[in-house]
């Protein structure tokens, strides 16, 4: 197991748009679950159904109003289903979305992040046509951040929390290695189910790679043992 703390890769201004997409999903996340209609409503009523994209015209029969199916797509990606939902992916986008948005520009980094985020939902919904649980979670916008990150500074070193049984160590890797074994671990995870939306992950990864190449102004260069961490 292994978590991403923070890395060495500065940046030139400071991430505005990073700072207020995590700032939206946690006034999100407090709304939903501390407001008057409660975190599980909240979810039927604005998650992502891969059946109603799939059957127009139909709903998934919860017995709430819900929203357009497209409107959900959208919606579902700032809705959480826990504190550990959003702690995690609100981690993996300070630490990876502020380089990114850096080398894009905040208006690039917004297209980005949505167009990954959508693109992830679509490769859920492709492969899980029927079903009808709700999809949350900024998740598979995230990954299209990683996966960017990944092409852009491959060898930005990434101080890691690494738990291997008795072994617990923070050790910088450099980020070719941190990002890639994630995607791994997505693929061998996407038979396992669990309630997790394994295909929106190695879908948004997929989606940010090539976003990043026709969003990209040019590869930027990473100052060689730069100081200076996020």
Not at 66 to 71: D, K
Not at 105 to 114: C, D, E, T
Not at 145 to 151: H, R, T
Not at 214 to 227: E, G, H, S, V, W
Request: net charge positive; proline share 7%; with cysteine.
């Amino acid at each position: 197991m292994f978590i991403p703390l923070r890395d060495e890769n500065p940046t030139r201004a400071l991430p505005v748009l990073t700072c207020l997409l995590i700032a939206a999903n946690v006034a999100v996340f407090l709304l939903t679950a501390f407001g008057p209609a409660g975190l599980e409503a909240s979810i039927l009523h604005y998650g992502a159904v891969p059946y109603e994209l799939t059957h127009p015209g139909q709903t998934a029969g919860y017995g709430v109003e819900r929203a357009s199916p497209w409107l959900a797509l959208l919606f579902s990606m700032f809705l959480h289903g826990g504190f550990l939902h959003l702690a995690g992916n609100m981690l993996y986008l300070w630490i990876f979305g502020n380089n990114v948005e850096d080398a894009l520009g905040p208006v690039r980094f917004l297209l980005f992040y949505l167009l990954g985020g959508l693109a992830a939902g679509l490769s859920h919904t492709l492969l899980n046509p029927a079903s009808k649980a709700p999809m949350i979670g900024a998740s598979g916008a995230v990954a299209a951040v990683l996966a960017a990150y990944a092409y852009l500074f491959p060898r930005a070193r990434v101080h890691t929390l690494v738990f291997l049984i008795v072994y617990i160590r923070v050790i910088p890797v450099p980020a070719i290695l941190v990002l890639g074994l994630w995607f791994v671990l997505q693929l061998v995870n996407a038979g396992a189910g669990g309630g997790v939306a394994w295909f929106a992950h190695i879908g948004g990864f997929l989606a940010g790679l090539l976003l990043i190449l026709l969003l990209a102004r040019k590869k930027p260069a990473l100052p060689a043992d730069t100081p200076g961490v996020n």
